[in-house]
Nanobody, 124 residues
Framework: QVQLVELGGGLVQAGGSLRLSCTASGRAVSNYHMGWFRQAPGKEREIVAAISRSGYSTYYADYVKGRFTISRDNAKNTVSLQMNSLKPEDTAVYYC?????????????????WGQGTQVTVSS
């Protein structure tokens, strides 16, 4: 199975940018569709973005569309999330996840492997 480690979280002011990265080990990330999720205090985990195995297809939740970009580099076994124009409501723990199924998943039930998460805090 694959192990996932997220890096790149931190504290940023509203309007700023952060780039999260997720590095896979154990199995090649090219075997999986990949997603980024987030969970704010007192809220359920929600999808942020997803990308297909090849990188050809992507999905963005409405609340990040136009601000966040998901990408992957299968040769480097990494998936990234570029976050621009950050808002205080983007504050959450962000998780990288891997989906081994055939179709690209959009809910956390679709994903099989998870990283430990990285905290993103956006101050107003």
């Amino acid at each position: 199975q694959v192990q996932l480690v997220e890096l790149g979280g931190g504290l940023v002011q509203a309007g700023g940018s952060l780039r999260l990265s997720c590095t896979a080990s154990g199995r090649a990330v090219s075997n999986y569709h990949m997603g980024w999720f987030r969970q704010a205090p007192g809220k359920e985990r929600e999808i942020v973005a997803a990308i297909s195995r090849s990188g050809y297809s992507t999905y963005y939740a409405d609340y990040v569309k136009g601000r966040f970009t998901i990408s992957r580099d299968n040769a480097k076994n990494t998936v990234s999330l570029q976050m621009n124009s950050l808002k205080p409501e983007d504050t959450a723990v962000y998780y990288c996840a891997a989906d081994r199924s055939f179709a690209l998943g959009y809910t956390d039930d679709d994903y099989d492997y998870w990283g430990q998460g990285t905290q993103v805090t956006v101050s107003s």
